[in-house]
């Protein structure tokens, strides 16, 4: 079985200020990729990034990147240079490695709000 | 990028009637489609997985009974509320993967309100 933690209260920070959002996970899979998403107060579930397990190198996509550490079991977000509609839910994800009916496993969710 | 659209994307129904949600993948063929249920400030919760052409699993829990769900084409799964009642007021939302490594692509997802 696969499990996301996300443990972090509601997370504040200033604009243009960078912020990491924590997300550990744990699975018996060698082999698997972790997403993170944003979820704005419109409902939309907004794709990030993702980090395959067997990828060497962080992921980035524009001011976000992906702090892999395989041995902590750890993957967090970090966002640079925080904009006001970076406020959103955050959640953290994975999946096994078995194709395209695999499942996401989902953590509970962080929300970030940025300060004017 | 690929779309998944699913609608509607707000909508109010009486208690006792039955509601039905689409998804529709635009671009691609969607084998496998992902039903899931959120309340307020909380996670996404997975229904059940829609197979075209095959009957749905649900997720422990779940009844099967009350979600019908239908994958009748590679590029359109349903899910039907049956018999709403309030306590199955909730956001409902749709994902659909191309495959091992890529994104799930996400529906707008659909604000049911039953009164």
């Known amino acids: 079985a696969q499990k996301i933690t996300q443990t972090q209260p509601g997370m504040f920070v200033q604009e243009k200020e960078a912020v990491t959002l924590d997300c550990t996970y744990d699975?018996?899979?060698?082999?698997?990729?972790l997403f993170w998403y944003k979820q704005p107060s419109s409902g939309e579930m907004i794709f990030l990034i993702y980090?395959?397990?067997?990828?060497?190198q962080n992921a980035t996509e524009g001011r976000y990147s992906l702090n892999f550490q395989k041995a902590r079991k750890s993957a967090n977000l970090v966002i640079s240079a925080s904009q006001l509609g970076d406020s959103a839910m955050y959640f953290c994800?994975?999946?096994?490695?078995?194709?395209?009916?695999?499942?996401?496993?989902f953590g509970k969710g962080i929300t970030l709000s940025v300060r004017p | 990028g690929a779309v998944v659209s699913q609608h509607p994307s707000r909508v109010i129904c009486k208690s006792g009637t039955s509601v039905k949600i689409e998804c529709r993948s635009l671009?691609?063929?969607?084998?496998?489609m992902f039903w899931y249920r959120q309340f307020p400030k909380q996670s996404l919760m997975l229904m059940a997985t829609?197979?075209?052409?095959?009957?749905?699993?649900?997720e422990q829990g779940v009844e099967k009974d009350k979600f019908l769900i239908n994958h009748a084409s590679l590029t359109l799964s349903t899910l039907t509320v049956t018999s709403a009642h309030p306590e199955d007021s909730s956001f409902y939302i749709c994902?659909?993967?191309?495959?091992?490594?890529?994104?799930?692509?996400f529906g707008q997802g659909t604000r049911l309100t039953v009164v």
């Open positions: 994902s659909a993967q191309r495959g091992w490594g890529t994104e799930a692509f």
């Open positions: 671009d691609f063929q969607a084998t496998t």
């Open positions: 829609s197979n075209e052409g095959s009957k749905a699993t649900y």
């Open positions: 994800a994975m999946r096994p490695p078995t194709g395209a009916n695999s499942k996401l496993t």
């Open positions: 699975t018996s899979d060698q082999s698997y990729g």
């Open positions: 980090q395959g397990s067997y990828d060497e």
